[in-house]
């Protein structure tokens, strides 16, 4: 019914192009409106700065000449003549002999604390843990890292007068609660591009090269499997991507973040009701109505992305189409095939482009089948008084558009050989049925 979009017909194009979407998961409505998709949609540049190649590596504290700006690394990736190499819990002393390309360190202003879980679930770091404490501040330069850091956090907390005044033995007694977090960062080596002269020219997910950015979600996904061993009361662990301060991120250096919960949340506890009605929902409502619709960006043997339906902002979504629900059980190939449908659209999107980057997954101590998928929205514009007075979402970009301007940018990039993706746009099966999560 024209005008209406609260029937089952998530996506309507209204005969004056109006283009009205509601989500089949969550219900959220959004239009667009002709003539207003010409907006523009990158960030306004800021000043060009010219940066001194000499602190290309000093631009923040993810950096790689300032290891000592993060809590202490809980492991890194390096790469030497026999291949990627994983090196953990490296002594301070030890943090400049080898420069990371990913690092998994503790996120300084956790979302929740060590004493969260200790406060509310009677979490008790572990002797190993304590040990790891110990040990790191047995020497000089780790004592001093450890509690710089402590200060910091202290100071962001309003407690810095009283920190001052404590004894070290007191305040290192502090320090196994850098150790215990379970909200931790995933650092990519770059802040620029190779060869930057600006300030602007940062190194994105899509700046990567396939090889890169598949050993990034590898990286990550094994930083899912240890939060979740090392917290015995995270429910769930949230994982995300902000990319530039527009999407709310600190630092314009790339990386992720893991944050484990006691809860599921209320966005997966939605989706799992919603499958626990109708278990193959993500087939259905979502990759069959992208392919009736011709919404389809790009596929391989092991995961589908399309432009998404019914979100606030424009936004792509990555499919895995294996079997396994949980990403640390795919398999490599599995791992590889999602890794570069998520390169590539972050490739086609641009490093100009703020984005959230929101991971979904079947918490491991749910039931119900979900597949692993990752949503990539743009940043591009501001809910104002209209969407918070009627929760009609006005979205600049529909789908279609969104899906034809992924399309031609991902045949340019192929045709550079800067992503790994075939086939794109029309060259995809289009097929019904193309997910395995719930065989
Ligand atoms: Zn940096």
């Known amino acids: 019914m024209i005008g209406h979009t609260s029937g089952s017909e998530p996506l309507v194009r209204l005969p004056d192009g109006t283009v009205k979407q509601v989500s089949p998961l969550t219900g959220t409505v959004v239009w667009t409106v002709p003539g207003r998709g010409g907006r523009p949609h990158a960030v306004p540049r800021r000043d060009r700065l010219e940066v001194d190649p000499a602190e290309h590596d000093r631009l923040c504290a993810f950096c790689s000449a300032r290891y000592l700006d993060t809590p202490p690394e809980k492991s890194r990736l390096v790469l030497t003549e026999d291949g990627p190499s994983t090196l953990e819990h490296l002594p301070a002393t030890r943090l400049d002999e080898t420069v990371a390309e990913l690092r998994l360190v503790p996120n300084l202003y956790e979302i929740l604390s060590v004493e969260y879980w200790r406060a509310n679930h009677g979490y008790q770091p572990s002797p190993e843990l304590l040990t790891r404490a110990t040990a790191y501040t047995a020497d000089p330069l780790g004592r001093a890292h450890v509690l710089d850091m402590l200060g910091r956090r ?191 659209l972050h490739a086609a999107t641009g490093a100009d482009v703020p984005t959230n980057e929101e991971w979904h997954y079947r918490p491991p101590s749910a039931a119900q089948p979900m597949p692993w998928h990752v949503v990539l929205k743009w940043r591009v514009s501001t809910l104002a008084g209209f969407e918070g007075g009627t929760k009609i979402n006005v979205n600049t970009i529909d789908p279609y558009t969104l899906r034809d301007r992924m399309v031609a940018e991902l045949a340019a990039l192929r045709a550079d050989g800067r992503v790994a993706v075939h086939p794109i746009g029309d060259e995809c099966s289009h097929d019904l049925g193309v997910l395995r999560y719930a065989d």
């Open 154 to 344: 202290a100071a962001a907390t309003g407690l810095s007068g009283v920190w001052a005044t404590e004894p070290e033995a007191e305040r290192l007694a502090q320090a196994v609660d850098l150790f215990a977090g379970s909200h931790d960062v995933v650092v990519a080596r770059r802040h620029l591009v190779d060869g930057a002269r600006f300030s602007d020219q940062l190194a994105g997910s899509g700046s990567l090269t396939p090889e890169e950015h598949l050993r990034y979600l590898q990286f990550t996904v094994e930083a899912m499997r240890a939060q979740y061993a090392a917290q015995p009361y995270a429910r769930y662990v949230a994982v995300f991507q902000n990319w530039l301060r527009a999407a709310g991120a600190s630092f314009d250096h790339l990386h992720k973040q893991l944050v484990a919960i006691d809860e599921f949340g209320p966005q997966t506890e939605r989706e799992l009701a919603r499958l626990a009605a109708e278990p193959d929902v993500y087939t259905t409502a979502i990759l069959d109505h992208a392919a009736a619709h011709r919404l389809v960006v790009a596929e391989n043997e092991h995961a589908i992305a399309v432009a998404g339906v019914g979100h606030r902002y424009p936004a792509l979504e990555v499919y895995s189409r294996s079997r396994h629900h949980l990403p640390w059980d795919h398999t490599p190939a599995e791992l590889r095939g999602f890794s570069d449908l998520l390169h590539a």
